[in-house]
């Protein structure tokens, strides 16, 4: 019993020994964290209400002197093209000519060239100037053919190519480069210059209606009804088509026409004509042949008379009566007959027509 007391005690004594030593390695453990300094930003911070704030200076800078604008110092013989190559917005201090434009105030001068919108917002063409259009045509020059031989002159042009062709583009300044007014074509052709007869020259006229100018004998065909104009185009060229093909079919109707039904008068299909055949070839001791075939094949265009009587007798029956078509008919009948022309024709243009 004694000893198990002892060994009780003993054990006793033992954790006492190990508590203290644990308790004094803890309090040294503290003690020297606590004299460690602490990091800065575990610090303490003061707050200041008096701290004054310090300026930066920064450095003046140093500005360089405007130079004076480049017209002044503009040789007058400079390569212009080189100053302005392409086109751009107007610039005062690049080009040395005196502009002004603007409203201008009461009794002054419109706003000069210097910050001045209405010259800036406006396209200009200092970029064309003569001296560049001809060094461009130079350098492109390499790349054309020569001109055609025989195309000399216009109208040795129109005889070639009867056809015009008139279309327009549109330059703009804004958002977009359409313009509705370029779908428009307009094609021309002289009515004289298609393989047309007596017959469907008067049918193409009547089916083209206002389109023909008789003045010029001019035949003339717009579109506009299409977007593009590439539609118009081949439009207006399928119009020229269809009514070129139409004018020479001959309705079943039309051989029933008589003289009294014809629009105009034809000399060349009135007795007129018959009569003007026997003046020219009568001969005393002759009977001269007025059959149909002999007067359809006889060639008028050999007596310079009867062309001249032919087309008197056309122009007072079509036209109408006045005093020019009156001495015109009267001296061709002279001619006809063989007898002096007494009286010339002085009528002015308005009486013609």
């Given at each position: 019993?004694?000893?198990?007391?002892?060994?009780?005690?003993?054990?006793?004594?033992?954790?006492?020994?190990t508590g203290?030593?644990?308790?004094?390695?803890?309090?040294?453990?503290?003690?020297?964290?606590?004299?460690?300094?602490?990091?800065?930003?575990?610090?303490?911070?003061?707050?200041?209400?008096?701290?004054?704030?310090?300026?930066?200076?920064?450095?003046?800078?140093?500005?360089?002197?405007?130079p004076?604008?480049?017209?002044?110092?503009?040789?007058?013989?400079?390569?212009?093209?080189?100053?302005?190559?392409?086109?751009?917005?107007?610039?005062?201090?690049?080009?040395?000519?005196?502009?002004?434009?603007?409203?201008p105030l009461?009794?002054?001068?419109?706003?000069?060239?210097?910050?001045?919108?209405?010259?800036?917002?406006?396209?200009?063409?200092?970029?064309l100037?003569?001296?560049?259009?001809?060094a461009?045509?130079?350098?492109?020059?390499?790349?054309?053919?020569?001109?055609?031989?025989?195309?000399?002159?216009?109208?040795?042009?129109?005889?070639?190519f009867?056809?015009?062709?008139?279309?327009?583009?549109?330059?703009?300044?804004?958002?977009?480069?359409?313009?509705?007014?370029s779908?428009?074509?307009?094609?021309?052709?002289?009515?004289?210059?298609?393989?047309?007869?007596?017959?469907?020259?008067?049918?193409?006229?009547?089916?083209?209606?206002?389109?023909?100018?008789?003045?010029?004998?001019?035949?003339?065909?717009?579109s506009?009804?299409?977007?593009?104009?590439?539609?118009?185009?081949?439009?207006?060229?399928?119009?020229?088509?269809?009514?070129?093909?139409?004018?020479?079919?001959?309705?079943?109707?039309?051989?029933?026409?008589?003289?009294?039904?014809?629009?105009?008068?034809?000399?060349?299909?009135?007795?007129?004509?018959?009569?003007?055949?026997?003046?020219?070839?009568?001969?005393?001791?002759?009977?001269?042949?007025?059959s149909?075939?002999?007067?359809?094949?006889?060639d008028?265009?050999?007596?310079?008379?009867?062309?001249?009587?032919k087309?008197?007798v056309?122009d007072?029956?079509?036209?109408g009566?006045?005093?020019?078509?009156?001495?015109?008919?009267?001296?061709?009948?002279?001619?006809?007959?063989?007898?002096?022309?007494?009286?010339?024709l002085?009528?002015?243009?308005?009486?013609?027509?």
């Open positions: 019993m004694y000893a198990s007391v002892m060994r009780c005690a003993m054990l006793r004594g033992a954790k006492g020994a203290a030593l644990g308790a004094r390695r803890f309090a040294s453990e503290t003690s020297a964290r606590r004299s460690a300094p602490l990091p800065e930003d575990d610090e303490f911070r003061v707050l200041n209400f008096n701290k004054k704030r310090v300026q930066l200076r920064r450095p003046p800078l140093k500005r360089e002197p405007i004076p604008p480049r017209t002044q110092t503009m040789s007058e013989k400079q390569h212009w093209p080189s100053v302005w190559p392409g086109p751009r917005s107007f610039h005062p201090a690049s080009v040395p000519l005196p502009l002004r434009q603007g409203y009461k009794n002054q001068a419109p706003p000069g060239a210097f910050c001045n919108a209405e010259l800036m917002k406006i396209p200009n063409f200092l970029h100037t003569p001296p560049a259009i001809k461009q045509c130079d350098a492109i020059k390499k790349f054309c053919t020569p001109w055609p031989v025989g195309l000399e002159t216009d109208a040795k042009c129109d005889e070639k009867p056809l015009e062709v008139i279309t327009s583009d549109y330059c703009h300044s804004g958002p977009s480069i359409r313009d509705p007014l779908r428009i074509v307009t094609i021309r052709m002289k009515l004289s210059k298609m393989p047309l007869d007596n017959h469907a020259r008067d049918k193409l006229r009547r089916l083209v209606g206002d389109k023909y100018d008789e003045t010029t004998d001019m035949l003339t065909i717009t506009d009804r299409c977007p593009f104009k590439k539609q118009n185009l081949d439009f207006v060229m399928y119009l020229l088509t269809a009514v070129y093909h139409e004018s020479w079919t001959v309705e079943s109707w039309e051989a029933e026409k008589t003289e009294a039904d014809m629009e105009v008068y034809i000399w060349d299909n009135n007795a007129s004509k018959k009569s003007a055949i026997f003046v020219k070839t009568w001969k005393p001791d002759q009977v001269v042949d007025l149909k075939d002999f007067i359809d094949k006889f008028i265009s050999t007596i310079p008379e009867m062309n001249e009587y087309e008197a056309n007072y029956m079509n036209i009566e006045n005093d020019y078509q009156i001495y015109k008919y009267k001296n061709a009948v002279l001619k006809m007959l063989g007898l002096p022309v007494t009286e010339q002085v009528i002015s243009d308005s009486n013609k027509s």
